[in-house]
């Protein structure tokens, strides 16, 4: 997971495209990931059974629960994150409660007469907390059950490809179709697009985009996302999601219902399935 400069104490993280060059005892961009390895390797901030259409979810396994688990940190910097109360908060700025793999995955198991299909790993950006995540998974998928990711997509695809073996369905956030977006967040659009491909050639995948009027409403940059994500498959479920006013964008309005409407036809004239969420 990380590589050592010898001629310096810098060590490399090479787990997301960041690769953060960390001082002994400096904490990345993520806040949750030193030059050693993870800080919230079992951490928890979160937990709790969720309807499987929460994460969003609405062509796997409808109508179950899935035990949703979270941490702290994320490798992107959205200023209209929805939980960054704990997505934007570190170590010392996390309430968290110690917990292992082993537990989670009987924790999982004893909830299946509740509904219950397996785990998920959302509520903060999981795949900083990677190991945490693949030995979860590996812990769950002993038992029978499913795994399920809910990202931003924005890891270094040889670390996506090693625990896509693990994990049966994903909701990857795509935020924008629009380099200078995902610039001004902290990320790449071409990797978080090389990782979407990655992901629907392995497991089964849907996408979130939270629209925001003026940010990323553009009929012609939706379009461009639309046929992109045609390109894989036209089957690939579209959740279009809609901003509340949160955290730096405190100031700004929801999203109008004219707008998402507006992107709807536009997504359903390229994809079989688009849901509109939180009309």
Same mark, same amino acid.
């Given at each position: 997971?990380?590589?050592?400069? !010898?001629?310096?104490?810098?060590?490399?993280c090479?787990?997301? !495209?960041?690769?953060?060059?960390?001082?002994?005892?400096q904490?990345?961009?993520?806040?949750?990931r030193? +030059? &050693?390895g &993870?800080?919230?390797?079992?951490?928890?901030t979160?937990?709790?059974?969720?309807p499987?259409?929460k994460k969003p979810?609405s062509?796997?396994?409808?109508?179950t629960n899935?035990?949703?688990?979270?941490?702290? %940190?994320?490798?992107?910097?959205?200023?209209?994150?929805?939980?960054?109360?704990?997505?934007?908060?570190?170590a010392?700025?996390?309430?968290?409660?110690?917990t292992?793999?082993?537990?989670?995955a009987?924790?999982?198991?004893?909830?299946?007469p509740?509904g *219950?299909? %397996?785990?998920?790993?959302t509520? *903060?950006?999981?795949l900083i907390?990677y190991?945490f995540?693949?030995?979860?998974?590996?812990c769950?998928k002993?038992?029978?059950?499913?795994?399920v990711?809910?990202?931003?997509?924005?890891?270094?695809p040889?670390?996506?490809?090693a625990i896509?073996?693990?994990?049966?369905?994903?909701?990857?956030?795509?935020?924008a179709?629009?380099?200078d977006?995902?610039?001004?967040?902290g +990320? *790449?659009l071409?990797?978080?697009k090389?990782?979407?491909?990655?992901?629907a050639?392995?497991c089964?995948?849907?996408l979130t985009?939270?629209i925001?009027?003026?940010e990323?409403?553009?009929e012609?940059?939706f379009?461009s996302?639309c046929?992109?994500?045609?390109?894989?498959?036209p089957?690939? !479920?579209?959740?279009?999601?809609?901003?509340?006013?949160?955290?730096?964008?405190a100031?700004?309005?929801?999203?109008?219902?004219?707008?998402?409407h507006?992107?709807e036809?536009i997504?359903?004239?390229?994809?079989?399935?688009?849901?509109?969420? *939180?009309?």
């Amino acid at each position: 997971m990380k590589s050592e400069d !010898p001629l310096s104490a810098v060590t490399v993280c090479d787990l997301c !495209p960041h690769a953060c060059h960390l001082l002994p005892g400096q904490v990345g961009a993520c806040k949750a990931r030193t +030059g &050693s390895g &993870s800080l919230n390797y079992g951490k928890l901030t979160s937990i709790a059974l969720d309807p499987i259409e929460k994460k969003p979810l609405s062509h796997f396994y409808p109508g179950t629960n899935i035990l949703s688990i979270g941490s702290f %940190g994320c490798n992107l910097s959205c200023p209209f994150c929805q939980n960054y109360e704990i997505s934007m908060a570190g170590a010392k700025d996390a309430e968290t409660m110690d917990t292992t793999p082993e537990k989670i995955a009987a924790e999982a198991k004893r909830f299946v007469p509740a509904g *219950n299909i %397996g785990v998920a790993y959302t509520y *903060n950006e999981p795949l900083i907390g990677y190991e945490f995540v693949r030995d979860t998974a590996i812990c769950v998928k002993e038992k029978g059950l499913q795994n399920v990711l809910v990202t931003n997509g924005y890891i270094n695809p040889p670390y996506l490809k090693a625990i896509l073996p693990q994990i049966d369905a994903m909701n990857i956030d795509l935020k924008a179709y629009n380099p200078d977006f995902y610039h001004r967040i902290g +990320g *790449n659009l071409e990797i978080v697009k090389e990782n979407i491909k990655l992901s629907a050639a392995h497991c089964h995948v849907e996408l979130t985009t939270l629209i925001m009027d003026g940010e990323n409403d553009s009929e012609e940059e939706f379009g461009s996302m639309c046929e992109f994500i045609k390109s894989i498959s036209p089957n690939i !479920p579209l959740h279009i999601s809609r901003f509340f006013p949160r955290y730096k964008y405190a100031d700004k309005k929801q999203t109008s219902a004219d707008t998402l409407h507006r992107l709807e036809k536009i997504a359903k004239s390229n994809l079989k399935h688009v849901a509109l969420g *939180n009309i």
